[in-house]
């Protein structure tokens, strides 16, 4: 049972859509690049992640969110950090890993967070869980005011193609399309949300892998300036047996110092790989291999 007080409440989670799309039916919004979380606000402020952990701690600058609501709410949104006015989650990253005091308070100055907050789940004094979605957005916007560490996520309706290429644009995750009559489904992940990423695509040079019981995990490398940069792994189950075999006939000595369980190869294969973004260290983010590039040689990505 449902219970305000014991903060119980699992959030609802989101299919993923390869098709982007218009609908009459839906409203539609950013996919915003951060940690989900509920925020419980009555006499104070306690924000709950997806596993049911309480983050106070780690954001002390949003401990003050009870102040934005004009009455007791449960809200559902995303810890945000922004840089250069776009959401940066490897510096959120950074910060959901601190555990000193000094250093969580020092970083809540120099590098705030904000709470964007998407939906609206109890109202004074019961759930609202089963009110259609546009309902609930309406008194999201009634109920909650927004300030320095307080956004409400602004939505569209019709035109979701059109704020897919924007979000493509300006370098973003991706979008959301919501039922406009939706209920509200904890714990449950449910097609009436789905969520559309903007992905990349690259051709990379294949170096090695890493064995795995049914998979495995492709060492990849960038060709540039006629030497090799590691850029990340990625798993594959499909076209195991082919490299495999071609590792076999054409073993090399390591190309990189990690892993050091890896299978090294010679330079030969070049793989598609579609991904969300480059990471700091110029790896990749939720990557997945689309396949070997048999029309394409390493001096090609030079």
Do not use: C
């Not at 009559?181 to 904890?186: A, I, L």
């Not at 995990?217 to 590691?230: A, N, T």
């Amino acid at each position: 049972m449902l219970d305000f007080d014991a903060r119980n409440l699992s959030p609802m989670l989101f299919r993923e859509s390869e098709e982007v799309f218009d609908s009459a039916d839906h409203l539609y919004e950013l996919k915003f690049d951060g940690i989900r979380s509920l925020a419980y606000l009555d006499d104070g402020t306690d924000l709950v992640n997806k596993r049911g952990k309480l983050l106070n701690a780690t954001y002390p600058e949003l401990a003050d969110l009870h102040s934005s609501a004009k009455e007791k709410v449960l809200l559902d949104g995303e810890i945000l950090l922004v840089k250069d006015g776009k959401p940066d989650f490897y510096a959120l990253q950074k910060r959901a890993m601190m555990t000193d005091p000094l250093k969580i308070k020092i970083q809540a100055e120099m590098n705030p967070v904000v709470y964007v907050a998407f939906d609206l789940l109890y109202l004074k004094d019961g759930f609202i869980i089963d009110k259609p979605l546009i309902e609930r957005k309406k008194l999201l916007e009634q109920f909650v005011k927004e300030s320095k560490q307080l956004a409400i996520s602004k939505y569209i309706e019709n035109r979701g193609k059109e704020l897919f290429q924007a979000a493509k644009k300006m370098n973003l995750e991706g979008i959301v399309a919501k039922e406009k009559n939706s209920h509200y489904y904890p714990g449950k992940r449910s097609s009436v949300w789905l969520k559309m990423k903007v992905y990349k695509e690259e051709d990379l040079v294949i170096l090695g892998y890493v064995p795995k019981e049914h998979t495995i995990d492709l060492v990849l490398g960038r060709y540039q300036e006629g030497k090799f940069e590691k850029a990340g792994t990625v798993v594959t189950g499909k076209f195991k047996d082919k490299i495999v075999r071609f590792s076999e006939k054409h073993p090399a000595e390591p190309h990189f110092p990690e892993p050091k369980n890896a299978i090294w190869m010679l330079p030969k294969l070049v793989g598609r790989v579609r991904y969300m973004m480059k990471t700091k260290t110029g790896g990749l983010r939720q990557p997945v291999f689309m396949g070997l590039r048999d029309d394409k040689f390493v001096d090609d990505l030079s």
